[in-house]
């Protein structure tokens, strides 16, 4: 499904000129560390909204901020742009939303990063050897994984990836 069909948390047309002073794109870059072609992406697929001026350019409320930090520390757990829609959606329409609002939206992802804690563990423990049979380094291979015995585990870095620490049979 098009992020774009989600609905937009806080409604832009909603908003009257005094409840926000607009951000130019630019403005809103460089607040949030974001690119304007990232900016200009995320519009495109519905997770943020701008109007536009009587000359075409994009004016953002002051709120779109907190949406963009939402979206890049979604995307740093993990979340895919699909699944940052998903949770926006979940937000209320035409309210600012509230810490429990945002609480309730990250409690899911504790498990989630704890996944990505252990796998980046894993990564450091195995950094300097190998990882999990890839195969990075062929001196270590040749006895930690002789005769690709490890190639039962699956492609790629599987006993890295998939948490599996058993040598192969």
């Known amino acids: 499904m098009h992020l774009k069909s989600r609905p937009f948390a806080v409604s832009v047309l909603a908003m009257t000129a005094e409840g926000w002073k607009a951000l ?34 994009r004016r953002y409320p002051r709120a779109v901020l907190r949406r963009i930090a939402f979206i890049v520390f979604a995307q740093k757990v993990g979340l895919s742009l699909e699944e940052v829609g998903a949770e926006l959606a979940k937000l209320p329409e035409d309210a600012v939303p ?26 450091r423990d195995t950094l300097s050897t190998c990882i999990g049979c890839g195969c990075l380094s062929l001196t270590e291979c040749r006895v930690v994984n002789p005769a690709d015995r490890a190639a039962h585990l699956g492609p790629g870095p599987a006993r890295w990836t998939r948490g599996r620490t058993e040598k192969p049979k």
């Open 24 to 57: 130019t794109v630019g403005e809103v870059a460089e607040r949030s560390g974001v690119a304007t072609s990232a900016l200009r992406f995320y519009e495109e697929q519905g997770l943020i909204q701008s109007r536009r001026t009587d000359a075409g350019h």
């Open 98 to 123: 509230t810490h429990a609002d945002w609480a309730r939206l990250s409690s899911t992802w504790r498990t989630r990063i704890d996944e990505r804690i252990a796998e980046l563990q894993r990564l």
